[in-house]
């Protein structure tokens, strides 16, 4: 079935570093992909997202590829800061029925001053 | 903006307390979830419905139901709660929006079953 496969956190970077966090899909078919953050205390809302192949999606800095060759969507910042501290889903529609994802574990992203 | 409300943000119930979780969105969307949410497993789905009186089960439906009287309004119940039940519970609708689904999410329910 459909899964969603994301780096173990927690990632602990230095403000102003880069940023990758690795997520990678088994889906049949071509379903949208979606990273979504938590910030402490608070639901999920969605950050990126990108519906086919080759699209890139991005928001307050953040980037993210479909890849389909690599069946990725890795999610990048080229230089974090403190408030980026936060957990990050990656997430995939659900082919047969498009209102449901399919979410990764979620990588907690802890950034130091 | 699209608000997704819970009715609480932490709740306390004593095993075999009978619990409802309250969800409401005001955005006139179809499509409502029920999750939960436990360190390292990520999102979980219990339910969804796709539309009034309609409901799904998810992944983990056992020892849940759900109620779906009004567009707005979806309910998550606990029948006799325990202590396994003790999590974040995350409600959510969605809509279609730029060529897929989009998912809203509440601020979630903190449930300690004591």
């Known amino acids: 079935g459909d899964s969603v496969t994301q780096m173990e956190g927690p990632v602990t970077l230095s403000e102003e570093a880069f940023l990758t966090i690795n997520c990678t899909y088994t889906a049949t078919g071509y379903p949208s992909l979606f990273w979504y953050v938590q910030y402490p205390g608070e639901g999920l809302q969605l950050l990126l997202k990108?519906?086919?192949a080759d699209d890139k999606g991005s928001n307050k800095g953040f980037e993210a590829t479909y890849r389909k060759e690599t069946t990725s969507f890795h999610l990048e910042k080229g230089s974090v800061q403190v408030s980026d501290s936060a957990v990050y889903f990656c997430a995939l529609s659900v082919m047969d029925s498009n209102y449901q994802l399919i979410w990764g574990a979620g990588t907690k992203l802890i950034i130091k001053p | 903006d699209v608000k997704v409300t819970q009715s609480s943000r932490y709740l306390v119930k004593r095993t075999g307390e009978k619990v409802f979780l309250e969800c409401v969105q005001d955005?006139?969307?179809?499509?409502m979830f029920w999750y939960r949410q436990d360190p390292g497993l990520g999102l979980r789905l219990i339910y969804f419905s796709y539309d009034v009186k309609m409901k799904e089960k998810g992944d983990i439906p056992e020892g849940y139901s759900v109620s779906r009287e009004k567009k707005e309004r979806f309910s998550l119940i606990l029948e006799s709660a325990s202590t396994n039940q003790t999590s974040m519970y995350l409600c959510?609708?969605?809509?279609?929006?730029?060529?897929?689904?989009?998912?809203?999410f509440g601020p979630g329910t903190r449930l300690t079953v004591t």
């Open positions: 959510a609708s969605s809509q279609y929006k730029q060529g897929t689904y989009e998912q809203y």
């Open positions: 990108a519906t086919k």
């Open positions: 955005m006139d969307h179809e499509n």
